[in-house]
């Protein structure tokens, strides 16, 4: 919840979801291409939902890195809904 003034005014409620159903399939030798259903709702706005592509490489035994296209307009980051997230990406991922 928020307030649109400092300690006055009415409690408003902020509350935002996002999910995502990720379907990846593997291609030639260590690449993956991956589809992304995307959806988020906010308590103040409408509903959104779109899709994601990309394409990925395995670097190594713990390295990924993709890039891709994101047809949405928001991104995961639920702390900054400007609605103008579209557009080209960069993936990293490390992990063990």
Do not use: C, K, P
């Amino acid at each position: 919840e928020h307030r649109d003034g400092r300690g006055v005014g009415q409690w408003l409620d902020s509350r935002t979801e996002f999910s995502a159903l990720q379907l990846r399939y593997a291609l030639l030798a260590r690449w993956d291409a991956l589809a992304e259903y995307r959806m988020t709702t906010a308590t103040d706005s409408l509903d959104r939902v779109g899709w994601l592509i990309g394409v990925d490489r395995q670097i190594g035994e713990n390295f990924r890195i993709g890039i891709g296209w994101n047809f949405t307009h928001f991104g995961e980051d639920l702390t900054q809904i400007h609605y103008d997230r579209h557009g080209f990406f960069l993936n990293l991922a490390g992990y063990y």
